[in-house]
């Protein structure tokens, strides 16, 4: 929708070289052509309403002013232009900033330019242009109504107000002020500029920069939180980021209460919410069930590479450790030969189920966690809480056997690949269950039964001497 | 009349700051009010208290494909408290990588097959095994040995910046252990190719009255602390941390080694 126009010449025209060119470089043709090309979105002869329009004669017409004014070569002096004047000094102040702007230039530029080559006299163009101020100033309106003027390279600043003049042709007068975000409130608006002033002139140091910094934001939270809305809304980065650094160092370090406190915020969050303990993703139901596949893919992972590698003596020395273990919880050796037995049977068939199901390394676990004695054993009870509820069922099952009946419903479970949903949280519930019942039993039972095994030391060892 | 700044700022704008402060304070900021709370859970925080090599490091994690999947589909703020509770196995299975969740700082474990341990390799001394409550493959069970000298080296420009980190040794005992109540070990840590570094000598397995240094971890295994360096910029080269005891006059049996732990100073 833009062209840049391309004026021969580096050096910047004075006002009245610049109208001079114009009026005699520029044919009525070529700058139909041009505007003609340049109007892709929207058809040459009709622009938005507040820019100057093509009348089917080529002359100028201006709906926006109430009436119309063609150029006629008769208009030669200030003093004749009637309701027209205005649109001249209109025309003319936006022809002069795009062409000191040099950059991409909004339909109304063709149409200006038109009109003050229809216009004889290249005084008043003079005088025209040089009315105006050689700054240019830019119409803003806060949310409250309130308008005010202000210079152009100061308020172009904002990307978000560059947006509007580039973009939309705003800001140009009183009647086409920009319409500020209703973050920005006169107060706010103010120190926004203060800040912009500043740092829109390219000649400054670093150190300077950031001393001017460090002095601006010297005020209270309430406005500092206005002023990073009121940034963050015309999309100021740079000053977003130092006010928000500025508020991430009042947070740092400080308790709920006071954050509260400094911001005045409502106490509203529910009991219940307090008492949480801090979300995180683990709680997320999804993001366990993937831990737990993911443990027991890991898991079966190891048991499939255990089973390449399988070493018999390995598991014949722990067999007998556990049978110890087992021995010295039913109280001694002599009356439990048959229990054990029993027991060891049951073991055994369990241990080639186990083996069909890949499970074989749990039963080695078992073995290896009980000899650790206490610590594997509260780390299990932890592990159900946490990890698979496959983990710690199996563990425990050979030492509290009457605790699970339907441990065999597990070991099928520990089969499948796709945990069914309903059994998953069966298994959660009862593994907390467990776990909490460990937590509270077996501290006692395992300073026991560590006490007992101290006292049998040498057997104990004599017989890892047999299987080794 | 107070108007709250929740009426003032926009959620994206608490998020914003809150991603200035530290995963403490954040974590923290949930018991604010409601909109802390979910301007808290936004991705713009947490990811950027992500290391930046994170997703470099984790595509060239080892292990099976389970692991990638699983953090492939998180978004970044699952994907930090995921890594702080589960390490994943990088480096051709020989070392853990996660985070420290209060400061999200990487935290690295060498696995006993990545450290360099005298006699290792010889059967009738150490003894190479599959524990399942080990996060590794393999670790490393000492028979019996007189010269005990276990090492591990860790290049500080994989280590999280401006840090102090502490090294750890993970370990356990068999119920065979001996030697560990009647000689003290000599445990050391030195940064770089200058540096000496400190030596401290305890009894890793103490009888009745002497100090126990030794805590148990959250995982089941032990651990102690071989020493501390600070890391400023990566650049110091390797730190090494070691455990020793060579008098030789004694000998040691029953250690289980599943590796070194090194994380930040004061992380859990």
């Known amino acids: 929708m833009y062209m840049i126009l391309s004026l021969p010449g580096t050096d910047i025209l004075t006002p009245w070289a610049f109208s001079k060119h114009l009026e005699y470089t520029w044919t009525r043709a070529a700058i139909l052509t041009q505007f003609v090309q340049a109007g892709s979105e929207s058809s040459p002869c009709e622009l938005d309403q507040r820019t100057p329009l093509l009348s089917s004669h080529g002359s100028l017409c201006t709906q926006s002013f109430g009436g119309t004014y063609s150029g006629h070569s008769n208009a030669t002096s200030p003093k004749n232009m009637g309701h027209g004047d205005h649109v001249v000094d209109q025309v003319a102040r936006s022809l002069y900033v795009g062409y000191r702007n040099n950059a991409t230039m909004d339909p109304a530029w063709f149409a200006a330019v038109e009109t003050i080559c229809m216009l004889n006299g290249c005084a008043m163009i003079h005088e025209a242009l040089d009315t105006q101020i050689m700054k240019s100033y830019i119409w803003l309106q806060t949310v409250d109504g309130s308008i005010q003027q202000v210079e152009q390279e100061i308020a172009m600043f904002c990307p978000m107000i560059c947006h509007e003049v580039i973009q939309k042709g705003m800001g140009s007068s009183k009647n086409y002020a920009i319409s500020l975000p209703q973050q920005v409130n006169p107060a706010v608006l103010s120190l926004i500029l203060d800040y912009c002033r500043f740092h829109q002139v390219p000649g400054r140091s670093n150190k300077e920069r950031k001393s001017f910094d460090e002095k601006f934001i010297r005020m209270d939270t309430k406005r500092l939180c206005e002023l990073t809305s009121a940034a963050d809304s015309l999309q100021l980065k740079p000053l977003v980021d130092l006010t928000s650094r500025a508020l991430a160092r009042i947070i740092e370090g400080k308790a709920p209460e006071e954050i509260r406190e400094i911001f005045h915020l409502p106490d509203d969050l529910t009991e219940e919410e307090k008492l949480e303990p801090l979300k995180n993703a683990t709680d997320d139901p999804r993001i366990r069930l993937l831990n737990r596949l993911y443990a027991k893919k890991r898991k079966e992972l190891k048991e499939r590479e255990k089973l390449k590698n399988v070493e018999v003596d390995e598991e014949l020395v722990d067999d007998r450790s556990v049978d110890d273990l087992l021995s010295f919880i039913n109280g001694d050796d002599g009356d439990s030969k048959g229990i054990k037995t029993s027991k060891s049977k049951r073991k055994n068939r369990r241990r080639k189920d186990l083996l069909k199901s890949t499970s074989a390394h749990e039963a080695t676990k078992n073995h290896n966690k009980e000899s650790n004695g206490l610590n594997s054993v509260c780390r299990s009870a932890e592990v159900g809480q946490i990890l698979p509820g496959v983990d710690a069922t199996t563990n425990l099952q050979d030492v509290e056997d009457d605790i699970f009946p339907n441990k065999n419903e597990f070991d099928d479970g520990d089969i499948d690949d796709e945990i069914d949903p309903t059994l998953k949280e069966k298994i959660d519930r009862e593994v907390e269950d467990f776990a909490r019942r460990l937590n509270s039993d077996w501290p006692e039972r395992m300073q026991e039964i560590l006490s007992l095994g101290q006292e049998k030391k040498p057997v104990h060892l004599s017989l890892n001497g047999k299987g080794s | ?268």
């Open chain 2, 1 to 268: 009349m107070r108007t709250d700044i929740t009426n003032i700022l926009p959620e994206e704008c608490i998020s914003y700051i809150l991603s200035l402060t530290s995963p403490t304070d954040v974590c923290r900021s949930k018991l604010v009010s409601p909109v802390f709370r979910s301007a808290a859970d936004s991705d713009t925080i947490w990811g950027k208290f992500l290391p930046s090599d994170c997703y470099d490091i984790i595509s060239n994690a080892s292990s099976s494909s389970s692991s990638k999947l699983l953090t492939s589909s998180m978004s970044k703020t699952q994907l930090y408290f995921h890594l702080c509770k589960n390490p994943i196995i990088i480096d051709n299975g020989t070392m853990s990588f996660g985070l420290d969740k209060a400061t999200g700082k990487k935290c690295y474990m060498l696995g006993a097959r990545r450290l360099s341990i005298a006699w290792a390799n010889t059967p009738r001394y150490w003894r190479w095994k599959r524990v399942p409550e080990s996060r590794f493959s393999e670790v490393a069970e000492l028979k019996e040995v007189w010269w005990l000298d276990v090492k591990g080296t860790i290049e500080t420009k994989i280590l999280s910046p401006n840090t102090t980190y502490v090294a750890y040794l993970v370990y356990k005992f068999s119920s065979s252990r001996y030697g560990f109540e009647k000689k003290p070990v000599d445990l050391h840590v030195e940064l770089g190719e200058s540096d000496a570094g400190r030596t401290f000598r305890i009894f890793l397995d103490p009888s009745a009255n002497i100090p126990q240094f030794s805590r148990e971890r959250e995982d089941g295994w032990m651990e102690v602390k071989l020493g501390e360096f600070f890391n400023e910029h990566g650049d110091d080269g390797k730190a090494t941390c070691s455990l020793r005891e060579v008098d030789n006059y004694t000998v040691k049996k029953g250690l289980i080694i599943e590796g070194i732990d090194i994380r930040p100073k004061d992380s859990r």
